[in-house]
């Protein structure tokens, strides 16, 4: 509301209050409408203003797109840059491969011994394993299941992902050591 005040504010400051009778009235740098610019300037005068403007046309076209070209090679840089990144992040996922058992074990000691088992099936599943899986492995109800790997999920060792309808628990590929 502010902005729009402000504006109508310049806007109306700006304009000039003119006052005439008749469009005759009307006078631009000194010369009518109606009168000849044959009486204030020669035709060679004339010539060379049009060429002038020609010039700042065409000049003023090439600008144009010029920036248009550099804004294109701007943004073009940056999604190859974004690309990169996601590339070098996917590189670098892939080469930290899972934490192994002792390691997990020491940085979580105070994991319950059914929760060690399942970390230890889902690391010999190569770091993953569907939680069906898991309930027909420890012959767990669904219930029973889902709360243990919840407990997991929150305790950091493993993150749980939807797939399709099912839910994939997966090993972290990184764990920071409770203090």
């Known amino acids: 509301m502010n902005r ?18 008749d469009i005759r009235d009307f006078q631009i740098e000194g010369v009518g409408i109606y ?17 002038n403007y020609l010039y700042i046309i065409i000049s003023g076209i090439i600008s ?10 701007i943004i073009i840089v940056r999604n190859k840059q974004k690309n990169v990144k996601k590339i070098d992040q996917v590189v670098t996922i ?24 399942l970390v230890k099936f889902i690391f010999n599943n190569n770091g993953e394993a569907l939680e069906s ?8 109800p669904r219930t029973t299941m889902w709360r243990a790997v919840k407990r997991l999920e929150r305790e950091g060792v493993v993150e749980i992902q939807k797939k399709d309808l099912q839910n994939l628990v ?10």
């Open 133 to 140: 899986e898991l309930r027909k492995k420890f012959l767990q």
């Open 170 to 179: 997966k090993l972290r590929k990184n764990m920071e050591e409770e203090t």
């Open 94 to 117: 892939q080469k930290n491969d899972i934490l192994d058992l002792e390691t997990i074990f020491k940085l979580k000691s105070d994991l319950r011994e059914d929760d060690k088992e």
């Open 35 to 51: 009168e000849s610019l044959l009486n204030y300037m020669t035709e060679e005068e004339i010539k060379n203003e049009e060429d």
């Open 64 to 73: 144009g797109i010029i920036v248009i070209l550099l804004v294109f090679v």
């Open 4 to 21: 729009l005040l402000l504006i109508l504010i310049l806007t109306l400051n700006f304009q000039s209050f003119t006052k005439a009778d």
